[in-house]
T-cell receptor, first 112, second 113 residues
Framework: GAGVSQSPSNKVTEKGKDVELRCDPISGHTALYWYRQSLGQGLEFLIYFQGNSAPDKSGLPSDRFSAERTGGSVSTLTIQRTQQEDSAVYLC??????????FGPGTRLTVT | GQNIDQPTEMTATEGAIVQINCTYQTSGFNGLFWYQQHAGEAPTFLSYNVLDGLEEKGRFSSFLSRSKGYSYLLLKELQMKDSASYLCAVRDGTSGSARQLTFGSGTQLTVLP
């Protein structure tokens, strides 16, 4: 079956611009996560959605970052006024239970 | 909060056995995961431990000791394709959501012929 998909796969933007990253989770998965991974680093949790519950935004690094999940499916991560330190791979994962999280291929964001 | 430590790099020979250690400090514990990540690709799930002991799955095994805050991933009969980064991740059982994972920085394994 189809896995988690993300778009775009690569995004180059100028400092100060806004960007939107999209995640399509596996159909039927109620949980959706956003992480980011800087070069040579582990994954850093950003935000978590579970069903209709209020999202866990505890990992968002600043108020420039926001995310929404429409209809319990597709999610969009928005970064406003991008900074060079925002450059990273942004990974989305979905899960149907407490165990395995299935990751998408990621979006590589480069802020110039 | 969480603190997860694992070696940055390891090297082993094709056909050998390698053990990748992970230690963690957490205010709560609700499971430990190992993921494999090849360069430029997304992480893929390898194993999950929530109780003490060894979980075996083919060439890969994972061990957990909750009292010691310690886990290891054991890879047997190494193959060249096993060259990848191995990520240890802990789920905190005390947080409200209790599902997000905290990842270590990963151990880059290089398998030599």
């Amino acid at each position: 079956g189809a896995g988690v998909s993300q778009s775009p796969s690569n995004k180059v933007t100028e400092k100060g611009k806004d960007v939107e990253l999209r995640c399509d989770p596996i159909s039927g998965h109620t949980a959706l996560y956003w992480y980011r991974q800087s070069l040579g680093q582990g994954l850093e949790f950003l935000i978590y959605f579970q069903g209709n519950s209020a999202p866990d935004k505890s990992g968002l690094p600043s108020d420039r970052f926001s995310a929404e999940r429409t209809g319990g499916s597709v999610s969009t991560l928005t970064i406003q006024r991008t900074q060079q330190e925002d450059s990273a791979v942004y990974l989305c994962a979905s899960s149907s239970d407490l165990y395995e999280q299935y990751f998408g291929p990621g979006t590589r964001l480069t802020v110039t | 909060g969480q603190n997860i430590d694992q070696p940055t790099e390891m090297t082993a020979t094709e056909g050998a056995i390698v053990q990748i250690n992970c230690t963690y400090q957490t205010s709560g514990f609700n499971g430990l995961f190992w993921y494999q990540q090849h360069a430029g690709e997304a992480p893929t799930f390898l194993s999950y431990n929530v109780l003490d002991g060894l979980e075996e799955k083919g060439r890969f095994s994972s061990f957990l000791s909750r009292s010691k805050g310690y886990s290891y991933l054991l890879l047997k009969e190494l193959q060249m394709k096993d060259s990848a980064s191995y990520l240890c991740a802990v789920r905190d059982g005390t947080s409200g959501s209790a599902r997000q994972l905290t990842f270590g920085s990963g151990t880059q394994l290089t398998v030599l012929p």
